[in-house]
């Protein structure tokens, strides 16, 4: 039984349905949200006479172009606290309108368009939704060249946000800024890992880190460089694909390009280990500082992974046998409540998904809950919410931004009315707690039930065993350890999948072919894609009819965690994580305050938007920092 | 001689669209060493590309940028390859790689990874529109020509 909240129940067969004798089983009470510190002039009034650090710190996009972020907080300097977080999504990019009323070809291009970075993943996303609904399977060879490229996308975007974005906030001039007693214990802090990284010291390391200029800093760049040159040996484009069709993929692979592909790939085995021993050492370096920063980010550990990666002679592209598939995949899919899996199935995951809008700028479509909709159940009959993606309208409703109110672009994605985060960590996660006997047979990756054992092959460095373990807490650290381990989880899955490339090209005939043929149906369809990119879970959700498009729900990782609060009173993701960390940074003064631990929880999340997560008193970054008062009156200096 | 135009943007978001469309209109006319490219994506991904490509001799940049200008305003200048302090490079490069696409972080970037050649000229139109959608704002419709000249003209060494 993996719901809790929602009201489905299985019988002795395993078969949902739902519960017998609610009225309105979907339907619920809001929860309303508490009053915002700054609404409420006798809240503020009695923290300022207590404590005057209390001061509202907002991060603001450095530029309002894409889909940005912008992070609102509260906090009390003097006790080391966030008291008051909003994750607000500041631009409507309109994805789901513009595609009605299309030929659900264009998707795959239009919506791969949805981001500047990992475009491909939304173009395969689209292919999938488009194979259900058209009901065609690529042959082996498609499905195995889709698997190389999701691997080199990810072997690409690994690298950039652990050496671009994340590393930068563990760099020797972040550190020596915000933590300078830290840095002085570096100095003479011996790693544990440097027969695999070559950092004999901590600070040695951190130096590497620093932007533009440091070692590992550039390492990164040149590991993004060399998997997108491997991404359009097929891909043709990248980060916009042009190869990516329903059916498979439109180019052909000969032996020339799958060695091109080797070329690179094998290269990420020593890249792997030693990024893996990097951030294993910055963990417990951390750690051993100050226990505390195994709360920066720190939140339940709830999941939610798609998996990807399909066995290319059990994918089918079909609903009826999405369970099996989905099983069968290279990062099988699972559900992770309070750090446990709680379902491996795929239709079971679809049919836990809702959205709700409550605090977001846009119009609720289900009314309460009781109204007709359209998809009562799935295609399997399984017990469908209103607010789930195939039910949802999309309707804008832009009005004035209220941290009680609506104040998102995002909406609240929930399952099981649960807020769920995703990422590389999901994936790695669920993976390894399929356990020996579900997990897929490989001969590089061996699923224990609480680790992942990877074995690749001996390249420079000692062939040590690679072995990432759940942990024991969860927070920005093991995000982003988690995540230097999918590079060896990656290259993993694409030196097993480049292998079967090989095999398949040797033996020729049907299944080396790289596409289907079909004829788009003119019926009315449906179909989802049920897939990930680099960050974590990511669907799209159509319904057609007369050949175009009725209806298209895009998901995205980003959705899932920068979600606003829920009508359940729930936060989302980054505001829970933020909300629990403890303020370790060192400052005298509260205008010494850089929110390095903010930063550093927001970034472990990877945020998929220009987030500002840039926080410097001095310039444009912060927008507005408002110290609160007696009397209430709000005192705001305007940066530009 | 070998000349870039790149036309930056976001399709689907009303006047940061134009870059892209400039580029769209005139890739039909490309020959003689004169290239336009889509630069729908991130500076890093960018200055990779140019790096494995031989040298080109001009690359110019359009696109839609809001300065607090008059809406459709156009300016045309030259770059001047000074760069911001390191702190507002890395800021940027964290914006690109977390899915911002914007002249200002593409020039900014791609400088600072050495991929540009001397010779590079921006034209930038201020955007009356930013929502999501397709078409431009009148103000912007009403300069297309303007700017498409500009560009083309600047393919002119």
Redesign the interface.
Known sequence: MCFKNLPIEFDAAGNASLKPGAANPYSYTEVPAPTPIEDDPERMRELFARNGAVRRVDFD????????LAFHTVVDLENRQVMETASMAT?????E??LKGRDPRDAIF?SS?A???C?GVHATASALACEMAFGIKPPPMGIVARNLLLSVEYLYDHP??LG??AG?DFSEPAVRETNPEIWERALNTRCEGEVTHGYALMSDLMTDLT???GKLYLEG?YY??LA??AYVLIGGK???PQTVVPGGVSTTIDASDLNEIMLRVVKYFDYGRKTAAIWDDLASFFYEVNPKYKEIGTRPANMIEPGQWDDPYAYDGTYKNADAWGRERWAPPGVIRDGELVTTSLTMLNAGVEEFVEHAFYEEWAGSGNEYYKHPTDPNGNPLSPWHPWNKETIPKPTATSWKEKYSWSTAPRWDRTAMETGAYSRIWAAAQTGPEAFRKSPYLHSTGTSMQIFLPKAELPNTDIEWKIPETWGAFERNRARAYCILYTAAIAYDNLQLAYKLLKAGGPDARMSTPYEMPKDHRIGVGLWGAGRGYLTHHLEMDNGVLENYQILTPSTWMASPKDPFGNPGPYEEAVLATPLLENYEKPEDFKGIDVLRAIRSF??????T??M?MDGR?VSREIISCACGADEVHEHH | MRVLVCGVG????RD?ALGIHITDTLAPQASNGVEFE?L???P??FT?NL??RPAYDRIVFVGAI?RGREPGTITTYKYDHVLPD??E??????????????L??LIIVSE??KALPEDVWVVEIEPGD?????GFSDEVVAKIPEITETVWSLTRL
Do not use: K
């Open positions: 996009p450095v530029t309002r172009v894409a889909g940005a631009l409507f990019r309109g994805y309108i513009i239009i368009r981001c500047g970075v475009g950039i946000h671009l974005l930068p932007p533009l200029t760049l993004t460089r997108r040159e990248y980060p916009h990877d945020p998929c938007m220009p987030c997560t840039h410097h970054t | 976001y399709r689907f978001l940061n889509d729908g994506y991130h890093v991904g990779q790096n494995e809001n390191v702190q490079i890395q800021e940027r490069v964290g914006d690109s790689v977390s899915g911002s696409i914007s200002d972080n600072a990874f930013e929502t999501w959608g397709e």
